[in-house]
């Protein structure tokens, strides 16, 4: 029996399968994307999702879907599905799906007529090619099959619309056609295995509309343009493979490629495949650099989910190579002792305070699993770091008198709690910041560890003072023992700020703590008794009046909402860390059963991996981005900390 597999009754009712959704990347940073019926709720949603250097390597929606027709006994029977305006659907394919498996591949089974077809789906591993394979698995007679592509050759973030200025020509090619709407664009390839008749027919279909944008609040209604279709003879037994690609493809060789393709790929058979097939899919490989994407379907390669996010993508899954490759790439990017937060190379935002501590972070996991060149290797850009901060750099970062980190910049948001309203930070944070000073303490610490080891006199005579001044005044501005939790931040206006979030559990997880086992112990069953729940961890306690439990509407409404209760699973990390610091072996059982609970998701949302967030409020549902970097990372290296360190319990 299949680890998840939807029955007809669940496909067919739209409120359950189109809250279900599909996400497969390649290595090339393309990806395709749809509901598990094949319905586009999404402005993100397309089968060929790929980058475009010609224009400045954003994604763009080549093909949004694709119809499949059965011709027989002059009866049509489309098995393609998208939504008009109100809650017209059409066509209604999936009322044709008799069994989704989606264990290696997704897998469809439809019956219509007296036909049954499979219809599988699938990316090519560094090309920007989709492939699509139909089995005609019975047939009482020969049939006709119609293969209709709608294309949308726009940014994953805008819509399209019917216009003058798409080119609607075709050019055929090699048992297909090609085309290219506007210019600037490359050429999308669209080719058939067998011998087929293109019937030139150029149209837009109107008014296509995605749900999940209009429950978010942005315009969500577009046109699609479909060249025509094509048209083949079938009859039981054939198989077909169409292909959506950048380069003109040999149809000869299209059913091996898409078998060869399917081989060697991880079954999706238990929790923790599912997690090691989620973790491959935020690799991205492009112009001899290295990427993990934050999250699917709209975020790009970000620094500080980079480095929260790779142990556990990489080291949990001995890629030792693959590590190196991402670091490397990050320390090129390096700027005045920070890392880009978010944006292209071409215009990267270093506005986070916490990505080059995290940086640090990354390199003693290296260190633990294996690296021995962690210092030799990324020593240079260390101190640079540390440099940077002590001295003072961009956003006024700088560190104080007492040792400790102050970064306050007008407008912005430098630490991951980062959403903005109107101008205006949702959780400024601003000053000193309890997660941020317990990293510059780690920092410090391993780094004069790394400096002793290879005599960097000037390093050790610049810094050896400071973690001990840095300790006292930790413990002077965040340790409340009446409170017996930590201070979220503190700044020159308001003083003591003392929200219970989770911030404070990452200055128990780190190796270099500032706060002795009672200390740990106290943050811990705070945070076990007002955050956790069974998706992670809450922003902020449910008893603070500024809480919200449920995050929806429009971008405004979500922001104010997304680090104010919004339980986000990658403190899972930090929490079972600690938790395991405090409790070892005792410890055990509880670490086990949240991070197991988390098999629940696999079949909602993104389906086989884990989403950015879900409410505060129970029943805890999934919001956000449907599968998330860090989020897949600090389960992964959560579930190897236990198998590594307490296998045997």
């Excluded at 004069?448 to 003072?465: N, P, Q, T, W």
């Amino acid at each position: 029996m299949s680890y998840i597999k939807f029955e007809k009754g669940q496909v067919v009712n739209l409120e359950y399968s189109l809250t279900r959704e599909i996400i497969r990347t390649n290595r090339a940073g393309s990806y395709s994307s749809y509901t598990i019926i094949g319905c586009n709720t999404r402005k993100y949603h397309g089968l060929l999702v790929c980058p475009v250097d010609e224009l400045g390597g954003d994604r763009y929606v080549l093909l949004s879907s694709l119809d499949i027709t059965v011709v027989n006994n002059d009866s049509s029977f489309n098995t393609g599905i998208r939504k008009y305006k109100g809650e017209y659907f059409s066509p209604k394919g999936h009322k044709y799906l008799e069994d989704l498996e989606i264990e290696t591949i997704p897998v469809r089974i439809y019956r219509v007529g007296g036909v049954i077809l499979k219809h599988e789906r699938l990316l090519v591993h560094y090309e920007e090619q989709f492939l699509s394979r139909v089995t005609i698995m019975e047939a009482s007679e020969p049939m006709k099959l119609q293969v209709r592509p709608f294309l949308a050759f726009r940014n994953i973030h805008s819509l399209t619309y019917a216009n003058m200025g798409a080119n609607t020509k075709i050019e055929f090619i090699n048992n297909g056609i090609r085309t290219k709407l506007y210019d600037g664009f490359p050429y999308l390839n669209l080719q058939l295995s067998t011998k087929a008749e293109f019937i030139h027919v150029p149209d837009w279909y109107l008014g296509v509309e995605y749900i999940e944008e209009q429950k978010r609040g942005y315009d969500y209604s577009e046109d699609l343009f479909t060249p025509g279709y094509f048209e083949v003879e079938a009859r039981e037994g054939d198989v077909i493979v169409f292909s959506a690609s950048t380069k003109e493809e040999k149809p000869s060789g299209l059913k091996t490629k898409f078998t060869k393709t399917v081989t060697g790929k991880i079954p999706r058979n238990s929790f923790i495949n599912c997690l090691r097939n989620a973790a491959q899919q935020f690799i991205e490989k492009r112009h001899g650099k290295t990427f993990i994407i934050a999250g699917y379907p709209w975020f790009g390669a970000w620094g500080r989910d980079t480095f929260i996010a790779l142990p556990g993508l990489a080291l949990a899954r001995h890629k030792l190579v693959l590590y190196r490759e991402v670091l490397d790439t990050q320390v090129d990017r390096m700027k005045n002792g920070l890392f880009p937060n978010m944006g292209d190379d071409s215009n990267p935002a270093f506005n986070s305070v916490d990505a080059p501590l995290w940086f640090f972070w990354s390199v003693q996991q290296y260190l633990e699993k294996g690296g021995t060149d962690a210092w030799e290797r990324y020593g240079e850009a260390a101190k640079s770091v540390l440099y940077a901060y002590k001295n003072g750099t961009a956003f006024n970062i700088h560190m104080r008198e007492n040792g400790l980190i102050y970064a306050d910049a007008p407008g912005k948001a430098l630490t991951w709690m980062d959403a903005v309203v109107n101008g205006i930070p949702v959780t400024p944070r601003n000053g000193y910041a309890v997660e941020i000073n317990a990293l510059w303490y780690n920092a410090i610490c391993f780094s004069l560890e790394m400096a002793k080891e290879v005599k960097d006199k000037i390093f050790i005579k610049d810094f050896e003072a400071l973690p001990d001044l840095i300790y006292q005044s930790f413990h002077e501005l965040f340790c409340d023992h009446e409170r017996g939790y930590l201070a979220d931040y503190v700044n020159d206006e308001e003083g003591k700020n003392h929200f219970v979030r989770p911030n404070m559990v990452i200055a128990v997880s780190l190796p270099y703590s500032m706060l002795n086992k009672e200390q740990m112990q106290r943050v811990l069953e705070i945070a076990d008794k007002e955050l956790v729940t069974p998706r992670g961890l809450r922003t902020l306690s449910p008893g603070n009046k500024s809480y919200k439990g449920i995050y929806m509407g429009n971008q405004e409404e979500r922001d104010k909402a997304y680090h104010q209760g919004t339980v986000w699973p990658w403190f899972l990390g930090p929490f079972c860390e600690g938790w395991l610091r405090v409790y070892g072996k005792q410890g055990v059982h509880k670490v086990k059963k949240m991070i197991y609970e988390l098999e629940d998701v696999m079949s909602e949302h993104g389906v086989t991996t884990i989403s950015e967030i879900y409410d505060g409020d129970p029943p805890h549902d999934p919001r956000g981005a449907i599968s998330q970097a860090w989020s897949i990372g600090e389960v992964l290296r959560v579930i190897d900390l236990l198998e590594t360190k307490y296998a045997n319990l």
